[in-house]
């Protein structure tokens, strides 16, 4: 379901359902709960998702911030991936707490036992890992990003860093200065940018 086309009804459910998992877990939120705090019955819900899970879905592609679209539209990137990768490394250490990252870590624990869940990450993950697969290829072509590595690797390594901070927030880890962050994470750039041949 689209978000931008949800109606009250189901914009109330979305919301509620993410309250709830938010604070109770995915295991712990009961679909009678969502429905009292969204001010409707259960067969609001049943009749729009066919269980807790695509209301999930539905709350994680809804509430999970993602960062990407946050950047275009704050920022003109022209399809720049390592400005991209830049400016979400510097946002990691700097971010406030989401509900979108709260109920996205629910999600992983409940995943671990509900292949449904399961398959609900995978499928939001490989959303995202697609879109910023096209903005390497888009980097690659033009000159920005090393065309022999590979493009599938490089968007797993960029969510593996996302994801360990949300785990990191989770535990209240304290984050590294941001300007030794920033170090970090530029260098981490420069290896990725095509190098100049050796001179013989």
């Known amino acids: 379901m689209d978000p931008t086309t949800l109606s009250d009804t189901d914009d109330r459910l979305v919301t ?13 939120a009961g679909v009678q709960e969502i429905a009292r705090r969204a001010g409707l019955t259960t067969g609001a819900i049943y009749s729009r998702y066919p269980g807790k899970a695509a209301l999930l879905a539905e709350a994680i592609r809804r509430f999970t911030s993602d960062e990407f679209d946050q950047l275009f539209a704050e920022h003109a990137f022209e399809g720049r991936v390592t400005d991209v990768l830049a400016t979400v ?6 971010r406030r707490p989401s509900p979108g990252q709260a109920i996205l870590l629910e999600a992983f ?20 890992a697609r879109r910023l697969g096209a903005m390497v290829e ?8 090393d065309e022999r590595l590979d493009t599938a690797a490089l968007a797993h390594f960029a ?19 941001p300007d030794q962050w920033d170090a970090i994470v530029a260098r981490v750039l420069s290896s990725i940018v095509p190098q100049p041949a050796p001179h013989h």
């Open 109 to 128: 624990v409940a995943g671990r036992r509900d292949p449904e869940v399961a398959a609900v990450l995978r499928d939001h993950l490989a959303e995202r």
């Open 159 to 177: 969510h593996a860093v996302g994801l360990g901070f949300l785990l990191f927030e989770a535990v209240g880890a304290a984050n590294p200065e």
């Open 89 to 94: 490394g510097s946002h990691l250490v700097t």
């Open 16 to 28: 509620a359902a993410a309250q709830v998992f938010a604070e109770r877990g995915y295991d712990g």
């Open 138 to 145: 888009g980097s690659k072509a033009a000159g920005l990003v």
